[in-house]
C-alpha cells in the first residue's frame, strides 16, 4: 500500500520548519507500528538530503533511512525498532551519525547493545515512542494524510484533521 504524507512540521527543538510531502510505501510485511515509526523518523531528524533506503524492507541490510555525503559518504544512518548489534556495530563504522527511533521496548535494544560488540555504542541516539502513542496515530491513517507535527521540549503534538495526539518522545540512555 503506497501513503502519501503531507506534514507541516515545526520542529522548535532543532529550529526546522518545513513543508514535507513525501510518500510511503509498506511492505506487507511490515506492521503499522514500523511504518509510522519511519514516517515520524524522516520528520524528527528531517535534512536536506535525508531520504528512505531504494529497496526498503526488501533488503535487511540497508537502514531505513539515510543520507548520502560528498564523495558517497554515509552522514547519516537511521534504523527503526530494534535492530541487531550486529547492524548497528556496522553502521557506525560507516556513518558519521546514527540514530535508533524504537517502538519496541528500549530495554531489549540496550541489552543487544550493551552484550553486542557495537563501535562506537556510545555515540548511538537512540529514541522511543511510546505504542498508544502509535496505536492511535495508526486508527487515524488514510492513504492521503495531511498532519502537522509540533516539536517542543521533547514533546510530539501531532494534529490529524481535528484531532490532536500528544506524546513525549523519550531520549534512551546507553
Not at 506534514?7 to 532543532?14: N, T
Not at 526488501?58 to 537502514?63: L, T
Request: hydrophobic residues 40%; charged residues 25%.
Amino acid at each position: 500500500m503506497l501513503y502519501r504524507f503531507q506534514i507541516e512540521l515545526s520542529d522548535i527543538d532543532r529550529g526546522v520548519y518545513e513543508s514535507l510531502d513525501f510518500r510511503v510505501a509498506q511492505h506487507p510485511s511490515e506492521t503499522y507500528p514500523y511504518m509510522l515509526s519511519r514516517v515520524l523518523a524522516y520528520s524528527l531528524a528531517y535534512q536536506e538530503g535525508l531520504e528512505f533506503t531504494p529497496g526498503g524492507l526488501a533488503d535487511p541490510e540497508a537502514p531505513a533511512l539515510r543520507k548520502i555525503g560528498l564523495q558517497n559518504s554515509l552522514e547519516l544512518c537511521i534504523e527503526i525498532g530494534n535492530p541487531s548489534a550486529r547492524k548497528l556495530h556496522k553502521a557506525t563504522k560507516s556513518a558519521k551519525e546514527v540514530l535508533i527511533f524504537t517502538y519496541k521496548n528500549p530495554e531489549v535494544l540496550l541489552t543487544e547493545i550493551r552484550n553486542g560488540d557495537v563501535h562506537r555504542a556510545q555515540d548511538l541516539k537512540i529514541y522511543s515512542f511510546d505504542p498508544k502513542f502509535l496505536d492511535a496515530t495508526g486508527d487515524l491513517i488514510e492513504k492521503n494524510n495531511r498532519w502537522s507535527l509540533l516539536v517542543q521540549q521533547g514533546q510530539l503534538d501531532l494534529t490529524i484533521g481535528d484531532v490532536t495526539l500528544a506524546s513525549e518522545l523519550k531520549t534512551v540512555k546507553l
